[in-house]
């Protein structure tokens, strides 16, 4: 596999999405009902073949589930119940869970079941012949009512060396049974690709080639990618994973990774053929239901996958991008970014605000930036995070840069009493033009009262300011051998409520050994920054601004 040799003929591989079921069961993850069906539309919309959505016994949330996803008119996707293999002791019609997997009314129905004897022996505690007669009568009896059904067997790959010829009778009870597909799991995420090969090499020797192979891969060894396109190549004809890999302990393959992969480097076919420049989409559309921060060096979609930081790779990317990325970004609906910091050179200054701002034709002024960059950085600063405040440098040494108010004191008042939750309240005053503004406001915290007091100091002359939305709060540590006397930095993302252009958001930064003042300054830099780019996008007709009275 070089990566550079798609395959002449498009063989179609089968993408199967278990985020909804596989991909709750990590850490800090958790869907609603809402969520879960906003994501199975997003998911059809791309063409994603089969959508597992829960363990219909589990808990009622799948069960509603699965009610609202039988009212749904899906294009593409087939939604698949999960359960496991039918108890011992009683028959497939008597056992609770055949009996919701099949009352769950999905055309497909996944059972999982065990195929590594230590779990046999030690987790089931049946005997040998008993687990491969649940596998065939659980599949069985889902075949009766009407239900294709896939087989995942669970540490196939422990399984199959620990003991490889009971593993293979496990992939053949569910065959008879009728299982349309055996999904082949790496359930402990251990296993390397030589040996994701050699298996399925075996696998395919003993249940003839004919029969449709999938693989499940986890990410503990992180080689789930690597093992799911091993398999690929291998034989197996559907992959089963998660968007951004979210998952139990390491996470399950990587969806987006695993279709750009297939897609763009070895020339497979699966999802819609325009899905892969919507990859970047659906990662950053479940990482916001799933209420998780984006991974940014994630491969393709993350936010840092087309950044470019060196002075030497942004000269060379601004004369042929493909000779620092491996794909066009807009293949994947990603963007490049050029990053700005004290390793910069005059190359990513003119490539990051070029378009926006002349300065190609003064070199004192370029250089002049990238000194004052490099002496704040030195304080803590970090732009690539924070472009706005970025901006508002290159203003200010262009000379483009007007005060909208200034400020004469803010205070914020903390209340803490015993078994009382604190109280938070904040005063800010500033002059805008030749008014006085003095306000106060309560908050949850000191961020939160400085943002509602400003705004009610600012609304009355910036309407405009009711569009921006704090999006995300991150501080970090600067000097942390300080303890808690250090420096810390803030980085704040803001959204700008825009119908024509839903994903407008930008990134302030503030520095203090105040935690406070280094917030106040990355939210003043976000006021003034949206005022002026509302500016630059609509200018007044006429009427100029209110002018801020000189320093009090």
Same mark, same amino acid.
């Given at each position: 596999?070089?990566?550079?040799?798609?395959?002449?003929?498009?063989?179609?591989?089968?993408?199967?999405?278990?985020?909804?079921?596989?991909?709750?069961?990590?850490?800090?993850?958790?869907?609603?009902?809402?969520?879960?069906?906003?994501?199975?539309?997003?998911?059809?919309?791309?063409?994603?073949?089969?959508?597992? &959505?829960?363990?219909?016994?589990?808990?009622?949330?799948?069960?509603?589930?699965?009610?609202?996803?039988?009212?749904?008119?899906?294009?593409?996707?087939?939604?698949?119940?999960?359960?496991?293999?039918?108890?011992?002791?009683?028959?497939?019609?008597?056992?609770?869970?055949?009996?919701?997997?099949?009352?769950?009314?999905?055309?497909?129905?996944?059972?999982?079941?065990?195929?590594?004897?230590?779990?046999?022996?030690?987790?089931?505690?049946?005997?040998?012949?008993?687990?491969?007669?649940?596998?065939?009568?659980?599949?069985?009896?889902?075949?009766?009512?009407?239900?294709?059904?896939?087989?995942?067997?669970?540490?196939?790959?422990?399984?199959?060396?620990?003991? #490889?010829?009971?593993?293979?009778?496990?992939?053949?009870?569910?065959?008879?049974? &009728?299982?349309?597909?055996?999904?082949?799991?790496?359930?402990?995420?251990?296993?390397?690709?030589?040996?994701?090969?050699?298996?399925?090499?075996?696998?395919?020797?003993?249940? &003839?080639?004919?029969?449709?192979?999938?693989?499940?891969?986890?990410?503990?060894?992180?080689?789930?990618?690597?093992?799911?396109?091993?398999?690929?190549?291998?034989? /197996?004809?559907?992959?089963?994973?998660?968007?951004?890999?979210?998952?139990?302990?390491?996470?399950?393959?990587?969806?987006?990774?695993?279709?750009?992969?297939?897609?763009?480097?070895?020339?497979?076919? /699966?999802?819609?053929?325009?899905?892969?420049?919507?990859?970047?989409?659906?990662?950053?559309?479940?990482?916001?239901?799933?209420?998780?921060?984006?991974?940014?060096?994630?491969?393709?979609?993350?936010?840092?996958?087309?950044?470019?930081?060196?002075?030497?790779?942004?000269?060379?990317?601004?004369?042929?991008?493909?000779?620092?990325?491996?794909?066009?970004?807009?293949?994947?609906?990603?963007?490049?970014?050029?990053?700005?910091?004290?390793?910069?050179?005059?190359?990513?200054?003119?490539?990051?605000? &070029?378009?926006?701002?002349?300065?190609?034709?003064?070199?004192?002024?370029?250089?002049?930036?990238?000194?004052?960059?490099?002496?704040?950085?030195?304080?803590?600063?970090?732009?690539?995070?924070?472009?706005?405040?970025?901006?508002?440098?290159?203003?200010?040494?262009?000379?483009?840069?007007?005060?909208?108010?200034?400020?004469?004191?803010?205070?914020?008042?903390?209340?803490?009493?015993?078994?009382?939750?604190?109280?938070?309240?904040?005063?800010?005053?500033?002059?805008?033009?030749?008014?006085?503004?003095?306000?106060?406001?309560?908050?949850?915290?000191?961020?939160?009262?400085?943002?509602?007091?400003?705004?009610?100091?600012?609304?009355?002359?910036? #309407?405009?300011?009711?569009?921006?939305?704090?999006?995300?709060?991150?501080?970090?540590?600067?000097?942390?051998?300080?303890?808690?006397?250090?420096?810390?930095?803030?980085?704040?993302?803001?959204?700008?409520?825009?119908?024509?252009?839903?994903?407008?958001?930008?990134?302030?930064?503030?520095?203090?050994?105040?935690?406070?003042?280094?917030?106040?300054?990355?939210?003043?830099?976000?006021?003034?920054?949206?005022?002026?780019?509302?500016?630059?996008?609509?200018?007044?007709?006429?009427?100029?601004? #209110?002018?801020?009275?000189?320093?009090?």
């Amino acid at each position: 596999m070089n990566g550079q040799n798609p395959a002449t003929e498009a063989q179609r591989i089968e993408i199967y999405d278990t985020t909804l079921r596989d991909g709750t069961q990590g850490e800090g993850v958790s869907l609603s009902l809402v969520d879960k069906i906003k994501i199975t539309r997003r998911l059809d919309a791309m063409g994603v073949d089969y959508i597992e &959505g829960g363990y219909p016994l589990s808990n009622p949330k799948d069960v509603a589930y699965f009610k609202e996803a039988a009212a749904l008119e899906l294009k593409h996707a087939k939604v698949c119940a999960f359960g496991m293999t039918r108890r011992r002791g009683i028959t497939a019609a008597e056992d609770p869970g055949m009996q919701a997997l099949v009352e769950a009314g999905t055309p497909v129905v996944t059972i999982v079941g065990k195929t590594w004897d230590l779990h046999v022996d030690e987790v089931l505690r049946v005997s040998h012949e008993d687990n491969l007669a649940m596998i065939r009568d659980s599949v069985a009896y889902c075949r009766e009512q009407g239900r294709e059904v896939f087989y995942d067997a669970e540490h196939f790959f422990d399984g199959l060396a620990a003991n #490889p010829d009971y593993a293979l009778a496990t992939l053949q009870a569910a065959l008879d049974g &009728g299982a349309t597909r055996l999904v082949l799991c790496d359930t402990n995420g251990g296993s390397l690709p030589a040996w994701i090969t050699e298996a399925i090499g075996r696998v395919r020797k003993a249940v &003839g080639a004919e029969v449709r192979l999938g693989i499940h891969t986890h990410n503990d060894g992180g080689l789930a990618v690597a093992n799911a396109l091993a398999a690929v190549e291998a034989g /197996c004809v559907q992959v089963q994973g998660t968007i951004n890999g979210i998952g139990e302990r390491c996470g399950n393959v990587d969806l987006t990774t695993v279709v750009a992969n297939l897609k763009l480097k070895m020339g497979y076919d /699966c999802l819609l053929a325009e899905a892969t420049t919507r990859l970047t989409e659906i990662s950053r559309f479940v990482y916001e239901l799933a209420n998780l921060n984006l991974y940014p060096g994630q491969p393709f979609v993350g936010p840092a996958a087309f950044a470019h930081k060196g002075g030497m790779h942004v000269h060379a990317v601004n004369r042929l991008a493909s000779s620092y990325e491996h794909v066009p970004p807009e293949s994947v609906g990603n963007t490049r970014r050029v990053l700005v910091s004290e390793l910069s050179g005059v190359s990513n200054l003119q490539a990051l605000l &070029g378009d926006k701002y002349d300065i190609a034709g003064d070199p004192e002024l370029q250089r002049k930036l990238l000194n004052r960059i490099a002496e704040l950085e030195d304080r803590g600063y970090q732009f690539e995070a924070a472009v706005a405040s970025l901006e508002l440098l290159v203003r200010s040494a262009l000379k483009q840069r007007r005060q909208y108010w200034s400020l004469d004191h803010y205070r914020c008042v903390i209340l803490k009493q015993d078994a009382i939750e604190p109280q938070t309240e904040a005063i800010v005053k500033l002059r805008i033009g030749d008014r006085w503004e003095h306000q106060v406001a309560d908050g949850d915290g000191p961020v939160n009262a400085l943002d509602s007091a400003m705004r009610k100091c600012l609304h009355p002359h910036y #309407p405009d300011l009711a569009s921006l939305h704090l999006r995300d709060y991150r501080v970090r540590v600067v000097n942390s051998r300080a303890e808690s006397a250090a420096k810390v930095r803030v980085i704040i993302d803001f959204a700008v409520a825009d119908p024509d252009n839903p994903d407008r958001y930008f990134s302030t930064v503030g520095v203090s050994e105040n935690i406070v003042e280094a917030s106040w300054q990355a939210l003043i830099d976000a006021f003034e920054y949206h005022l002026l780019e509302a500016e630059i996008a609509a200018p007044t007709t006429g009427e100029a601004a #209110p002018q801020p009275a000189q320093q009090a």
